[in-house]
Antibody, heavy 119, light 107 residues
Framework: QVLLVQSGAEVKKPGASVKVSCKVS????????LHWVRQAPGKGLEWMGG????????IYAQKFQGRVIMTDDTSTDTAYMELSSLRSDDTAVYYC????????????WGPGTLVTVSS | EVLMTQSPATLSVSPGERAALSCRAS??????VAWYQQKPGQAPKLLIY???IRATGIPLRFSGTRSGTEFTLTISDLQSEDFGLYYC?????????FGGGTKVEIK
């Protein structure tokens, strides 16, 4: 069974960057497609991007193009999502989640990492 | 991008009753729709994929149907643990998109 464990909560100032990690256990990351979804307080779910195994590359939602970088460290089965130029409306819980064969549904999900952007 | 519109925003239901949650896609997405349940402070949990296939361990009272671009999640005989937020998601096209959610609350 695949388990996702995410890094702890972060507090950042506007303009800074944040890097959230997601460690996969029970499977090899290179065999999976890991994606990132965020949820602002009291709001819905928003897909940010992830690994497109069909084309062998990261794919990002247009909204985050140029501001997000998603990487995988297959030696430690850990994925990273780095978001730069943070604004207050980036305050959200960031989830990592697996897709079996993109595009597809998300299962399972990590527990989430709260990122707070505040001056 | 495909817009997923969920209705109603809030559904008040008594335990034991049936709840029907709607999700409309702005264009055809075939049967490529999933449903998730989210409880406060928790990550979403997959309920249904491919319109009507229950994920592992999901009770039979959860069912999904499709009519064109309209998708429905039905919860029969609502239990206390079923109250929470529900989201639909399409995966027919990039970008992957979610509906705005329906809150199922106790009447």
């Amino acid at each position: 069974q695949v388990l996702l464990v995410q890094s702890g909560a972060e507090v950042k100032k506007p303009g800074a960057s944040v890097k959230v990690s997601c460690k996969v256990s029970g499977y090899n990351l290179r065999e999976l497609s890991l994606h990132w979804v965020r949820q602002a307080p009291g709001k819905g779910l928003e897909w940010m991007g992830g690994f497109d195994s069909e084309h062998g590359e990261q794919i990002y939602a247009q909204k985050f193009q140029g501001r997000v970088i998603m990487t995988d460290d297959t030696s430690t089965d850990t994925a990273y999502m780095e978001l730069s130029s943070l604004r207050s409306d980036d305050t959200a819980v960031y989830y990592c989640a697996l897709i079996s064969a993109p595009p597809n549904w998300f299962d399972p999900w990590g527990p989430g990492t709260l990122v707070t952007v505040s001056s | 991008e495909v817009l997923m519109t969920q209705s109603p925003a809030t559904l008040s239901v008594s335990p034991g009753e049936r709840a029907a949650l709607s999700c409309r896609a702005s264009q055809t997405v075939s049967t490529n729709v999933a449903w998730y349940q989210q409880k406060p402070g928790q990550a979403p949990k997959l309920l249904i994929y491919a319109t009507s296939i229950r994920a592992t361990g999901i009770p039979l009272r959860f069912s999904g149907t499709r009519s064109g671009t309209e998708f429905t999640l039905t919860i029969s005989d609502l239990q206390s643990e079923d109250f929470g937020l529900y989201y639909c998601q399409q995966y027919n096209n990039w970008p992957l998109t979610f509906g705005g959610g329906t809150k199922v609350e106790i009447k």
